[in-house]
């Protein structure tokens, strides 16, 4: 019998800026042969990401754009991608990308460009996202996958996942406890996508044949 010829994968291009344990948990899904995308280039603003080294060490393509090196944000914008096209990416990560991108980056990979951010969003934009989140007081933080738009962490809406917060939790505690979170979430999300799931109608996603929770949350349960 004729071998079936296997699906073409998505394209992923990750940018990072730091250690890149998100980067790590995509390393791990694509790692799975079914897993439906594939990572064929990391990027990283900073030569001394530790992200760097998880996807050296995995055999994934790496290159340094030090963004220190550029007259201006639209320079170095178009040197990212320049790099990201001649890699023939499809679908650009930005996991821990701690740089904002111009309204042209953004437009150009307009519904092709996702974020992970550490919080519910609308909710606590921008850094310190954890302490915003505990000086709020509120009981669930999160985080967020999102297609990017030019406005800072904002864009319709992938996938959240909610993570309580317990009285006495510190930053460090929470962000341990979101990271987690985040480690399910990228993947799924990068799945979804890639699966051909996701749809965006007037900026809000839909999935296709999505499963999707039922019960409510609550914190604290007693
Ligand atoms: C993650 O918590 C990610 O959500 C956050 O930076 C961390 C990177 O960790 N991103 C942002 O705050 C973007 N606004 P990692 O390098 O271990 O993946």
């Not at 064929?40 to 060490?57: F, P």
Request: glycine share 8%; with cysteine.
């Amino acid at each position: 019998m004729e071998k079936l010829k296997p699906l073409e994968k998505l394209k992923l291009g990750v940018l990072i800026s730091g250690r890149g344990s998100n980067l790590q948990a995509l390393i791990d899904a694509t790692a799975d042969p079914a897993f439906p995308a594939e990572i064929v280039l990391v990027i990283s603003n900073k030569a001394d990401a530790g992200g760097l080294l998880r996807a050296q060490a995995a055999g994934v393509a790496t290159k340094v754009i030090p963004h220190k090196e550029f007259s201006s944000r639209e320079a170095f914008d178009t040197a990212l991608d320049d790099t990201l096209r001649a890699a023939g990416v499809g679908l650009v990560c930005l996991a821990g990308f701690m740089r904002l991108l111009s309204a042209k980056f953004a437009t150009s990979w307009h519904d092709r460009l996702i974020n992970i951010h550490p919080s519910l969003l609308p909710s606590f934009k921008g850094l310190d996202s954890h302490g915003q989140a505990l000086t709020a007081g509120v009981r669930f933080s999160g985080c967020t996958v999102h297609f990017v738009r030019p406005e800072m962490d904002a864009g319709p809406i992938i996938l959240q996942a909610a993570v309580p917060v317990h009285d006495g939790d510190d930053e460090d505690i929470l962000a341990a406890r979101i990271l987690e979170a985040e480690h399910r979430c990228y993947p799924l999300a990068i799945r979804l996508i890639a699966e051909g799931r996701v749809t965006i109608e007037g900026e809000i996603v839909r999935i296709a044949n999505g499963k999707f929770a039922d019960s409510p949350l609550l914190n604290p349960i007693g």
